[in-house]
T-cell receptor, first 114, second 114 residues
């Protein structure tokens, strides 16, 4: 079974803090993704990576950065957390394949910024 | 991007088949239909996907109309653990990479009743 793990299930941070969210997958997947999920807005892509050290902006990259130093690990960084970044953060991974890509999600991190 | 339309909620009796409809009238010829579900406070879980033909796996069946403008996810014997939000998604290709973005709408809240 594919396993995608996230470093925390719940996190509380203060405005202005630097926040690191870590994601690890154990299936040698090339692609990794960070989404956030908010009520009424669905799932929105923040960043994705299709190879080590490669990253691409998604739909809402502002206020976020990412790091992919190893194939199995994809980190999301909130440089200076703000209250509007309170959300559920979901990491996903997938094999590369033009039409047969299935994404596997982690359990999510619920972040509260005070 | 092909958009999808799903009813916001459905109920189903335990042990009966749950049939979840999805309209995707603007789907293009090379786009796959994917179904995911999300149990409360967990990450989304892949269920099934298809292009033209009907598909079946251990979780569900997917019926796609001949014109591909709609599809139905069938859970043949729903259990209480199938209570979740079900998302119908058309896979959106990302340019210049072999990754893809999943755009989740609001989905259908399926409640399986005892």
């Amino acid at each position: 079974d594919v396993k995608v793990t996230q470093s925390s299930r719940y996190l509380v941070k203060r405005t202005g803090e630097k926040v690191f969210l870590e994601c690890v997958q154990d299936m040698d997947h090339e692609n990794m993704f960070w989404y956030r999920q908010d009520p009424g807005l669905g799932l929105r892509l923040i960043y994705f990576s299709y190879d080590v050290k490669m990253k691409e902006k998604g739909d809402i990259p502002e206020g976020y950065s990412v790091s992919r130093e190893k194939k199995e690990r994809f980190s999301l960084i909130l440089e200076s957390a703000s209250t509007n970044q309170t959300s559920m953060y979901l990491c996903a991974s997938s094999l590369q394949g033009w039409y047969r890509e299935t994404q596997y999600f982690g359990p999510g991190t619920r972040l509260l910024v005070l | 991007d092909a958009k999808t339309t799903q009813p916001p909620s459905m109920d189903c009796a335990e042990g009966r088949a749950a049939n979840l409809p999805c309209n995707h009238s603007t789907i293009s010829g090379n786009e796959y239909v994917y179904w995911y579900r999300q149990i409360h406070s967990q990450g989304p879980q892949y269920i099934i996907h298809g292009l033209k033909n009907n598909e079946t796996n251990e979780m569900a069946s997917l019926i796609i109309t001949e014109d591909r403008k709609s599809s139905t996810l069938i859970l043949p014997h729903a259990t209480l653990r199938d209570t979740a939000v079900y998302y119908c998604i058309v896979r959106v290709e990302l340019q210049e990479t072999s990754g893809s973005r999943l755009t989740f709408g609001e989905g259908t809240q399926l409640t399986v009743n005892p």
